[in-house]
């Protein structure tokens, strides 16, 4: 009988792993906050234990940003009340609209940093 083969985490796994939560949390955090901040603090704990914290963490704020710029970029684009008017107010989503590019930057940062180690070391 044959045994199973283990396959370990490699960089590009623990990005994409790190990525998908961070879209799903990005989307979490804006709409059930507890929820979704529970689901950043979880991923990036077993991150913090993987083998390959680093590129998990990048792709984690990659995601986070990204949901964050999207989702908060097209309230401010399409939210243009004025105070007589009847519709929807964003007041103050841009610092928020902020964090999330602060979040995208260090990410793509992050990301960066990693594939240039990886490639230095080979």
């Keep these: 009988m044959r045994e199973p083969r283990l396959i370990g985490t490699t960089a590009r796994s623990?990005?994409?792993?790190?990525?998908?939560?961070?879209?799903?949390?990005?989307?979490g955090t804006l709409e059930f906050p507890t929820l979704g901040w529970l689901l950043v603090?979880?991923?990036?704990?077993?991150a913090d234990v993987s083998r390959r914290p680093l590129p998990?963490?990048?792709?984690?704020?990659?995601?986070?940003g990204m949901s964050w710029v999207v989702l908060l970029g097209r309230v401010a684009?399409?939210?243009?009340?004025?105070?007589?008017?009847?519709?929807?107010?964003?007041?103050?989503?841009?610092?928020w609209l902020a964090v999330g590019l602060g979040m995208l930057a260090t990410g793509v940062m992050l990301t960066v940093l990693e594939v240039a180690r990886q490639r230095r070391s080979r």
Excluded: Y
């Design 77 to 95: 684009l399409t939210c243009r009340a004025t105070d007589g008017e009847l519709g929807c107010h964003a007041p103050g989503i841009e610092t």
């Design 14 to 27: 623990a990005w994409l792993g790190g990525l998908v939560v961070g879209v799903a949390a990005g989307f």
């Design 56 to 64: 998990a963490a990048a792709g984690l704020l990659t995601g986070l």
């Design 41 to 46: 603090i979880a991923f990036a704990v077993g």
